[in-house]
Structures are given as structure tokens and as C-alpha cells.
């Protein structure tokens, strides 16, 4: 079995083969779909190529599925949150950046975080003093 990544809301499969897939908006309207990779800390992203995101710009993440923002609203309106479905079946919390080309990732276990990517401490604060609980 290997990792599977959930919609928090609605519990829909968001992998598909290779790719972890949200539907976007951009602050202009612009709306598409983005494939990530199910990878912790690798940042490749795959669009249509006339998708265009601009690097620094809020990009919102939207379950396919439930269609609902994934926004992690108690923590920072510029992360968004899934779920990370364990090889054991055990559920964490998964954050990362809404923002085009920042580079950062956030794995919630019960008692610590898990930071991952370049731009991991801009947001490290959210999650308590510390990267313990």
C-alpha cells in the first residue's frame, strides 16, 4: 500500500498515478487544474501551458471533487491543507504554500511537525514554539 492523500473536507482521492490534482484560481479569475508531485519537498508543478501563474502571486487550492477551499484558515490564509493517508493507514495533516514558487511543507504527526522545502520557516510560528508540540 502507499501514501494516499485525502481532501480533508470530503475525503476524496486527490492522487491520480504520479500527481496529487487541485483545481486553481488565480487573484485574476483564471482557473485551472495543477498536478503536484505526491513527493514531501519536491516542487514540480504541471499545468496546461496556458494556465499562467505568476511566481510570488496567491494561487487557490480547490478539492476537484468537493470543489471546496482548501485553505488551512486557522493556521494562514497562504496554506493549504490535505491529508497524507499513511502506508499503516494512519492520518496526518499536510500543509504547504498557496504561493507560486514558495517552497514549503508541513507534515503534522501527533506530537511534532515536519518541515520541509526552502521557505519552511516562513510559517513555522503557526504551528506553536518550535517544531514540537
Not at 30 to 51: A, C, M, N, Q, R
Not at 57 to 65: R, V
Not at 69 to 87: C, R, T
Not at 90 to 95: A, C, E, M, R
Amino acid at each position: 500500500m502507499e501514501n494516499n492523500y485525502l481532501c480533508p473536507k470530503c475525503q476524496g482521492q486527490l492522487k491520480i498515478k504520479k500527481s496529487i490534482v487541485f483545481s486553481a484560481k488565480t487573484p485574476s479569475g483564471e482557473k485551472g487544474l495543477i498536478f503536484l508531485s505526491p513527493k514531501i519537498g519536491d516542487y514540480h508543478v504541471t499545468k496546461h501551458p496556458e494556465f499562467k501563474i505568476k511566481e510570488g502571486e496567491h494561487t487557490e487550492l480547490f478539492c476537484p471533487i468537493c470543489h471546496e477551499n482548501l485553505e488551512a484558515k486557522s493556521l494562514n490564509k497562504n496554506l493549504a491543507k490535505i491529508i497524507l493517508k499513511d502506508k499503516k493507514g494512519v492520518k496526518h495533516d499536510i500543509l504547504f504554500s498557496e504561493i507560486v514558487g514558495e517552497k514549503c511543507t508541513y507534515i503534522i504527526y501527533k506530537n511534532r511537525v515536519d518541515s520541509f522545502g526552502n521557505d519552511s520557516d516562513h510559517y513555522i510560528n503557526f504551528f506553536g514554539e518550535g517544531s514540537e508540540f
